[in-house]
Antibody
Framework: EAQLLESGGDLVQPGGSLRLSCAAS????????MSWVRQAPGKGLEWVSA????????YYADSVKGRLFISRDNIENTLYLQMNSLRADDTALYYC??????????????WGRGTLVTVSS | SYMLTQPPSVSVAPGKTATITCGGN??????VHWYQQKPGLAPVLVIY???DRPSGVPERFSASNFGNTATLTISSVEAGDEADYYC????????????FGGGTRLTV
């Protein structure tokens, strides 16, 4: 069964850093584009970043560009989100999500359960 | 940047038909996908490429996309359909990025 399991969420001070991980299993990880999607408490979904299956192309929302960085390890079947210069408005539940194709631009057919990032002093 | 507009809430009686709209500039020229999110759970894909249903999604769920509005229709609504629904597209006009609508809370 295909699964995604996020980890790494924590309470962090403004300006701090954090790295999220998403462990994939049950499918050929390197064949599929992956994204991070976040949801602030009581709010809607916000797409954050996407990466091509090969890992050589990345895309970012304007709100995170230059502060958050997506990457993947196709040997370890893991997706990452390096989060730097964190702000209060980065507080959210962070989901990793899979697309059914290698290049980002379709839909998300598999989601993890999310990991919570709280930015507060 | 491209924006999608959804009504914050829709209410419907059990057994009736619910209609949830997703507005965007010339949205009919792109593919729209729909997700259902129940409280405390991750989103689940219910419609992809405007009208297609993943396996396991009831035929009661249907959708259309034309002009400036995409529409998700749920017929014979059940209590278990109560959830938040989000539309989603990819915006490649300026840079390649995902876009979600603000979400619609369906109350049954």
């Amino acid at each position: 069964e295909a699964q995604l399991l996020e980890s790494g969420g924590d309470l962090v001070q403004p300006g701090g850093s954090l790295r999220l991980s998403c462990a994939a299993s049950g499918f050929s990880f390197s064949n599929y584009a992956m994204s991070w999607v976040r949801q602030a408490p009581g709010k809607g979904l916000e797409w954050v970043s996407a990466i091509r299956g090969s890992g050589d192309t990345t895309y970012y929302a304007d709100s995170v560009k230059g502060r958050l960085f997506i990457s993947r390890d196709n040997i370890e079947n893991t997706l990452y989100l390096q989060m730097n210069s964190l702000r209060a408005d980065d507080t959210a539940l962070y989901y990793c999500a899979k697309e059914p194709v290698e290049n980002p631009g379709w839909y998300f057919d598999l989601w993890g359960r999310g990991t919570l990032v709280t930015v507060s002093s | 940047s491209y924006m999608l507009t959804q009504p914050p809430s829709v209410s419907v009686a059990p057994g009736k038909t619910a209609t949830i709209t997703c507005g965007g500039n010339n949205i009919g020229s792109t593919s729209v996908h729909w997700y259902q999110q129940k409280p405390g759970l991750a989103p689940v894909l219910v419609i992809y490429f405007d009208t297609d249903r993943p396996s396991g999604v009831p035929e009661r769920f249907s959708a259309s996309n034309f002009g400036n509005t995409a529409t998700l229709t749920i017929s014979s609504v059940e209590a278990g359909d109560e959830a938040d629904y989000y539309c989603q597209v990819w915006d490649s006009s300026r840079d390649h990025r995902g876009v979600f609508g603000g979400g619609t809370r369906l109350t049954v």
